[in-house]
């Protein structure tokens, strides 16, 4: 099994950063790829970003591109999404899934999730 972890949302202004955390722990040798998503009240989930387990490979949604980053602490087994220039519409519960060999925007195909942090960004 493995566990996860987010830590880091809060509220900040429009134009602010942000840093998430997904630490991650147990069988974490079986991971393949850590993957971010958020849900924002009444909507459907989204693919954010992911990165693979060894850092190598990164991939961002079109809307968070040139804004985000993932990059990972192998030490402390985590990952991070540093948010940049954040926008009202990145409001969203966000939460980092990860999958023994599934590396996609699906998040039907992920198996360990974490139990998400909240992001606000105002005005």
């Known amino acids: 099994q493995v566990q996860l972890v987010e830590s880091g949302g809060g509220l900040v202004q429009a134009g602010g950063s942000l840093r998430l955390s997904c630490a991650a722990s147990?069988?974490?040798?079986?991971?393949?790829?850590i993957t971010w998503f958020r849900q924002a009240p009444g909507k459907e989930r989204e693919f954010v970003a992911t990165?693979?387990?060894?850092?190598?490979?990164?991939y961002y949604a079109d809307s968070v591109k040139g804004r985000f980053t993932l990059f990972r602490d192998n030490a402390k087994n985590t990952m991070y999404l540093q948010m940049y220039n954040l926008k009202p519409e990145d409001t969203a519960a966000y939460y980092c899934?990860?999958?023994?060999?599934?590396?996609?925007?699906?998040?039907?195909?992920?198996?360990?999730w974490g139990q998400g942090t909240q992001v606000t960004v105002s005005l």
């Open positions: 990165i693979t387990w060894s850092g190598l490979t990164t």
């Open positions: 899934a990860a999958d023994n060999s599934y590396y996609g925007e699906n998040s039907a195909e992920y198996h360990y």
């Open positions: 147990g069988r974490t040798f079986q991971i393949y790829a």
